[in-house]
Nanobody, 127 residues
């Protein structure tokens, strides 16, 4: 079982930046594609970004392209989400997730495609 724990959420003004981190334990981290999803109040969980097991392939939702960057450290077993130019619409609980089947391509964007999830961290962007 891969155990995931997110950190780094908080309250930020519109236009500001935040960096989320997700620490993993329990399995070989580089065997997994990693992703960030988010869920705003009253809405479905949506894909934000994904990165392949080796860190060479990244995929982003159109709504965050150019503002968010996903990265990973396979020595420290962490995946990060650097968020810039934050908007009130970015307010949500952010979750990290892991999928072993797309570790080479990082193309999975569906919630059901990820087997392991963290507990989430709240990001609130004030206007």
């Amino acid at each position: 079982q891969l155990h995931l724990v997110e950190s780094g959420g908080g309250l930020v003004q519109a236009g500001g930046s935040l960096r989320l981190s997700c620490g993993a334990s329990g399995q070989t981290f580089s065997n997994y594609a990693m992703a960030w999803f988010r869920q705003a109040s009253g809405k479905e969980r949506e894909f934000v970004a994904a990165i392949s097991g080796g860190g060479t392939i990244r995929k982003y939702a159109d709504s965050v392209k150019g503002r968010f960057t996903i990265s990973r450290d396979n020595v420290e077993n962490t995946v990060n989400l650097q968020m810039h130019s934050l908007k009130p619409d970015d307010t949500a609980v952010y979750y990290c997730a892991a999928d072993i089947f797309t570790r080479r391509t990082a193309q999975a964007t569906g919630v059901t495609q990820y087997e392991h999830w963290g507990q989430g961290t709240q990001v609130t962007v004030s206007s």
